[in-house]
Each structure stands twice: as C-alpha cells, then as structure tokens.
C-alpha cells in the first residue's frame, strides 16, 4: 500500500501479524514519529519479535514479511496450552474493561526498600567468584529495582553452587526461602527476583528518592520514567556487542512520555549508532520535538550531533568541552568528545577522555578503549598492569573478563579460554558474548572452539547470522580456504545491512576486496572497494573515503593519475589517514616508491593491516628493519584481540604480515623465529587461489632448516 503496489489477500494477513503482535505486547511492530517515518520502518526493517513469546515468533514473523510472497496463506497461531488458558484469561478481563484502558493504565508507585544487606556464599568456595557475583547481583538489583546494596537495611543472603556447567541459587530474603537452576548466576537470580522481591518488602517500580527528583531537575526530565529509561540506557556501553534495539525501543517509550527533553532524544541517536540514515532520521525527528532552552545542555549535545553529521568535527569539540567536566557523570558528554577526537585524531585527548570515563564508570567498557589507546600509543606493557586494577574494581564487568580473555589470546596464553569461562559463568552467553568467545578461539587458533562459539548465533536472526558468517569467513581465511571465504563473507554482508552495522560491512568489504583481487576478479574488487568508499563516507572519515574511491580506480585501470590530485587535496590535519592510506596503495601499484611512503611516517591511528604491511614491507626494502618489525607486528595482530583501531581488518594481510615478519626475523639473524614465522606462513599449503610467496617461504624454510 505504501509503495502503491495492488492489494490482496497477503495484505490482510500482514494486517493480521500486525494485531497479533499487538495483542501479544500491547505495543504497534513499528512506531516513528510521524506516518511517514512508520511506513519508510515497514519498509526497511524486520520487527523486533524477541518482544513475543517464543511459541509465536517464527509465524508473526512470517506474517510480517516486507515481500507478500512470503507471508503465510493460512496461519494457523497455535500456541501452547498454557497460552491459550492464559489467553482467555486476559480476554476475559479485557471485555470488562476496554482494551485500550487496560494496555495504558500506569502503575502506582510502592514501596520498594532503599538498601539491602547483601551477603554471597559460594559452594565451592571460590573468592574471586564470590566478589564478582556479590557486584553483579548488587548492581542488577539497583540497576532494575533501584535499590542500593550497603551495610543497612533488609538483610538477603543468595547461596550459590556450582552444579555441573549449572548454578543454582538459593536466595533467603528474611525468612522464606527461593531457589533456581540456569546456565549462569546472572540468568538464575534474575529468574529468582520476582519471588524475592515481595518478600523484601516490594511489590513494584520504586517511587522517587530526593536525590532522583533532583538529578531529574538538573537534567531538565520531567518524567520519572523517562528519565530512569535515560540513565539506563548506559547499558550502551555496557558491552561492544549490546542489544541495541531493544535499548532504542525503550527510549522511544521514554520519549512518548517526555517528547520534548533533547538529552533524551541525543541518547537515542547514540545507540541507534551516530551514522547512517536512521541516525539522521531520528536527529530530524529531535529538532521537531525538543524543547529548546529547557535543557540547555542537551541542546548542546543535538547541536554536537548536527555538527558531526556536517562533518565539522572541530566544531563538536568547541560545542562539547566546555560542558564535559561539569557533567562528567553523564557519560553521553563525555563520549560524544571522544568520538570527536578520535576523529580528528588527537589521541592523546582521547586516551586521557576514556581514563576519565573508566575512572568514573568502571562498571562500563570504557577500560577497553582505553587499553586500545594504549596499544596504538606503544604502551603495550601498561596494558596488564590496568587489566589487573580494573578487574579488581569491577570483578563483574564483561568487557574487563573479555579484554583479560583477548589480552591472554594475544600472547597464545590458554588462560583465555578460563576467562572466556568466568564470564559465562557469570553473565550467560548472550549473541554478544558468543561472537566474542569466537574471536578469542582465533586469535588462540582454536577453530573448532570458534566455530561451536560462532554456531549460537544462527538462530539469533539476521544480525547476529552475519557476524557469524563474518566469523567463519575469518576462519576460512586462516585456515588458507580463500574460496570459501568469498562464498561465506558474501551472505554475511547482504545479513549485515539492514541492521545497519557500517563496522561490520566495512570489514567484509575489505575482505572481499581482497579475495578477489587476488583471484584477479577486478571487476568485483572494484565494486567492493566502491562500496566501501561509500561506507567509509557514511562512518564520518571523507578523506579515508577518496583515497579508497581513489585505489578502486587503480585497481581496475591500472593508470596513476588520480592519485597526486587526491593528495594535493588532502592537507587537512584530519586527512592524515587517508593521505597515508593512498600513499601506501599507490606503492602497491607501482605509482608511488618507497621514499615517499616513509615519508609519511606510521601513525597512531592507522586504517588497515594491509596498509601497515605495505609500510613494513617499504622500511624493510630501505633496510630500516627495525621498523619494519614494528609495522609487520601491528599489521599481524587481528582485531580479534584487544588493541588497535583498525577500521579495516584483513586475516588475509594478518597472515601475509607472518610471511613479511620471517623475511625481517632472517635477515635481523634470528633463525628460529623465521623458521617459526614461515611454517605459520605455509598452513596455506594447498590453498585454492595462488598466493606466490608460498614458493618463497619453501625455499627459505629448505635453506633455513633443510
């Protein structure tokens, strides 16, 4: 109907997904802020059904299908038994009432306690395990129910023991007793809260504390409830893989209550990822609905936002500066800044933001980007040392358990796979950490482990399938199947997409770029590096953007003359790397000579390890070999390790950087680390596609060690 295309019979079965997705939540598939914004959802993007009951899911799914074809002729909506009771039931009650009445009634606030007295008791006993679930139940409790954890108030003891790969958790709030058995601490104490809650004397959402009403004033909220949604909306940053759309739709229900607030709806645009054209959709939206001057300061984060739509970057650093120390408890502020700063790429500004972010919220990720500051800083060895205190000052948080997991991964110490264990111990394993658990099996070179890691997301929907077909593609790679890598990495980019995950897809994108490339398909490495171009210009970097818009001309002309005009052009302070970039991929094709790439220098900041392995391969042709070791190291390190800021990855250059490094190793007369670098090298023995320096590392290994 939006698109002016016939109606028929698929349309009322679409109409039909519809009111049964509403029955079942008491909320629309879609909501926008106008008409015209719900129907460009409908057409763009698949619903949110984890809202639903799984025994409903696949067949409203399938009603709501963007392409009629698909939808169901006769759907049939045959729950469990014990739906269809609880079913009469609520119709039952509805008919007395009105539908409409009872799906928006508001809860009356209750009594809910203030403080707990929390005390852990683990069987086994284990102390590091004890403190970390002793925060992690903590902070739940406060982060859902708002009640703090201290030395007063309602004694709750929670025992613990450990049941085979189960947990069950006896809780004993005064004196009734509960307990529950799930995968993880986390899942059973949730599981268990509704039971306990009563019994400490709380029957539901916990009226507001002084502290809270004043907060709210200084904010410029005006409704408890949204402005709780707000604060709770830090869960993104609470992982790098976090669920963001279903954070996205209760910031949305915040803003119904509270349209006009422009923090608010400056959040919004955070989690719905700062880029792209849902980004500049919402953005519209906000300078529509927010009030400007009752909360001044969020005026200044839209207008942040705005500037770096704009692309003047520089602009969002004047707006934000002078406002992030005086609300350095909101993370929003300070965040914003350091997205700026990266960037314009002034990193040591960066790196001492996302200190202070750490500092002030070490239950969130910031620890993560502050250890990849260090890593490009050439601070390596800080890194354990900040791991170990972090760890120690939030013993629950995912992203400090899963930096320990990547940081031991880096090193090839097994230990990783024991922190992978904690935090699933802990936390459960959510589409997040699964995707994270495979990365550390790579980067440890366990295959198997990544592949049973990667195969729990298939059932997670779209999304989730294409990180894990980006995953395998990786592996595939590794492994020296360069042509299943394409079959696999293709899928993965098309599932990406919708979802509008610009990381993602530029990672596939270079991939591919370089799979066919060496296939010699330069037609189809053209039109990948085309389109990464494209996404690099979306992600907010236009001189990153040229020069790889600049090498899809190299790549299928083959003549060097738009490469001195695209540097001319780049003078900027900010064009930094895009100018290396392109200096880098103009000496690949013969149009540049190595002189001129180290002339640039190696920076902080570097776009991809192809990038950093042309410049190791340039400083070791001049001899300056103890640079080149330092470039080839970083070009080396997949991003499936903490450190770096890689925007593009390659496992393709990662294991070609291997084969550069033993050429360095054998001249630097270190023997059996070339011998070690050059049997790595050659696990792509047998590859499908023709890599040259196959033959070289034979001959090296037959001269080194015959």
Not at 226 to 249: C, G, H, K, M, P
Not at 267 to 292: E, F, S, W
Not at 521 to 539: M, N, Q, S, W, Y
């Amino acid at each position: 109907q939006v698109t002016g295309l016939p109606l028929g019979p698929a349309s009322d079965i679409y109409s039909l997904g519809v009111m049964v997705f509403e029955l079942l939540t008491g909320e629309l598939p879609f909501r926008g802020g106008s008409a015209q914004v719900t129907a460009r959802l409908r057409l763009d993007h698949a619903p949110d059904i984890s809202r639903l009951p799984r025994s409903f899911r696949a067949e409203v799914s399938a009603c709501l299908a963007v392409d009629p074809a698909l939808r169901p002729p006769r759907p049939s909506f045959t729950p469990p038994r014990r739906w269809r009771r609880a079913a009469l039931v609520v119709l039952g009650a509805l008919s007395l009432s009105g539908l409409s009445w009872a799906l928006t009634l508001p809860q009356r606030p209750v009594f809910v306690p203030r403080e707990i007295q929390l005390r852990v008791e683990l069987d086994p006993p284990d102390p590091w395990l004890s403190r970390a679930a002793t925060s992690l139940l903590g902070r739940q409790l406060n982060r859902t129910h708002w009640v703090k954890v201290g030395a007063n108030g309602v004694p709750l003891t929670v025992s613990i023991t450990a049941e085979g790969d189960r947990f069950r958790v006896a809780a004993k709030p005064l004196t009734s007793r509960h307990a529950a058995v799930a995968p993880s601490i986390k899942e059973a104490f949730a599981a268990l809260l509704p039971e306990i809650l009563p019994d400490l004397g709380a029957s539901g959402p916990a009226p507001a504390s002084q502290a809270e009403l004043n907060e709210m004033a200084r904010a410029g909220a005006r409704d408890l409830d949204a402005f709780r949604a707000y604060v709770e909306a830090d869960a993104y940053w609470e992982t790098e893989e976090i669920d963001s759309e279903a954070l996205a739709q209760s910031l949305e229900k915040a803003l119904e209550r509270d349209p006009g607030w422009s923090r608010l709806w400056a959040k919004l645009i955070a989690v719905n990822g700062m880029h792209g054209p849902h980004a500049v959709a919402t953005l519209q939206r906000a300078k529509a609905a927010a009030v400007t001057g009752r909360d001044p300061p969020g005026d200044d984060l839209l207008r942040a936002i705005d500037l770096l739509h704009a692309g003047n970057t520089a602009g969002v650093v004047d707006v934000i500066l002078p406002l992030e120390r005086r609300w350095s408890d909101d993370m929003l502020f300070n965040w914003v800044l350091g997205v700026a700063f990266y960037r314009l790429g002034r990193l040591d500004e960066l790196s001492s933001a996302e200190q202070r972010q750490m500092e002030l919220r070490p239950d969130l990720q910031f620890g993560t980007n502050f250890i990849a500051s260090l890593f490009n800083a050439g601070r390596e060895r800080e890194v354990p040392a900040f791991l170990e205190a972090w760890v120690e000052r939030a013993p629950d948080n995912k992203q400090a358990l899963l930096a320990s997991a990547f940081l031991a991964s880096n090193r090839g110490d097994a230990e990783a796979s024991s922190w992978i264990a904690r935090t699933f111990q802990l936390h459960g394993v959510a589409p997040g950490d699964a995707f994270a658990a495979a990365r550390v099996f790579i980067g440890l070179e366990k295959y198997g482990e990544a592949r049973r890691s990667v195969a729990a997301l298939s059932g997670q929907g779209p999304r989730w399938a294409s990180y894990a077909q980006w995953s395998l593609g990786t592996i595939s790679v590794l492994e020296g199947r360069l042509g299943s890598a394409r079959d696999t990495l293709l899928p993965a980019l098309e599932m990406g997409r919708p979802f509008g995950l610009e990381s993602l897809t530029m990672q596939i994108l270079v991939s591919l770029a370089r799979l066919d490339r060496l296939a010699g398909r330069t037609g189809d490495a053209k039109g990948h590096l085309e389109d990464l171009a494209r996404t690099v210009k979306i992600f907010g970097d236009p001189a990153l953007a040229t020069a790889v818009a600049v090498e899809a001309q190299l790549v299928s002309d083959g003549g060097c003359a738009p490469v001195q005009p695209a540097l001319h052009a780049m003078r900027a302070p900010n064009d930094l790397t895009g100018r290396r970039y392109l200096t880098r991929v103009a000496a690949r094709h013969g149009c540049l000579d190595c002189a001129a790439v180290m002339k640039e220098g190696l920076g902080l900041k570097e776009p991809s390890n192809e990038s950093l392995l042309i410049y190791g391969r340039c400083a070791a042709e001049l001899g300056e070999l103890p640079v080149a070791r330092r470039a080839l190291e970083r070009a080396a390190r997949l991003m499936t390790v903490v450190g770096g800021r890689l925007e593009f990855e390659s496992s393709f250059d990662s294991v070609m950087a291997r084969y550069e490094l033993a050429r360095v190793a054998e001249r630097q007369g270190n023997v059996a680390e070339a011998v070690g670098l050059y049997r790595s090298f050659l696990r792509w023995e047998g590859t499908e596609v023709s890599v040259p320096e196959l033959a070289s590392a034979r001959a090296a290994l037959s001269r080194l060690a015959p």
